[in-house]
Nanobody, 116 residues
Framework: QVELMESGGGLVQAGGSLTLSCAAS????????RAWYRQAPGKQRELVAQ???????GYSGSVKGRFTISRDSAKNTVYLQMNSLKPEDTAVYYC??????????WGQGTQVTVSS
């Protein structure tokens, strides 16, 4: 049984920083991408950042230059360093592991709230 567990969310003032972690329990074979998504109230879930198995990263335009995705393969963990946070970054953040087979695993989400 594979589970993804996010942590690190919370309340922060605008301009502040948070680091989210996503730890995978169990062995996952054939990971293609690790990614962070977010969903704000009343909005669709959107891709924030992703990192491929080869280490190539990509970011949405709204977070590029402020957020950094990284991974620690030995710890089976992916991180999202978020700097210069804005109120519009407020959302539930989800971790996703996409496999080469097309299957995907999702975490349960962690709330990030940025106050102005």
């Amino acid at each position: 049984q594979v589970e993804l567990m996010e942590s690190g969310g919370g309340l922060v003032q605008a301009g502040g920083s948070l680091t989210l972690s996503c730890a995978a329990s169990g062995s996952i074979v054939g990971i293609n991408t690790r990614a962070w998504y977010r969903q704000a109230p009343g909005k669709q879930r959107e891709l924030v950042a992703q990192i491929t198995s080869g280490g190539i990263t990509g970011y949405s335009g709204s977070v590029k230059g402020r957020f950094t995705i990284s991974r620690d393969s030995a710890k089976n963990t992916v991180y999202l360093q978020m700097n210069s946070l804005k109120p519009e970054d407020t959302a539930v953040y989800y971790c996703r592991h996409g496999l080469l087979s097309g299957r995907a695993y999702w975490g349960q989400g962690t709330q990030v709230t940025v106050s102005s």
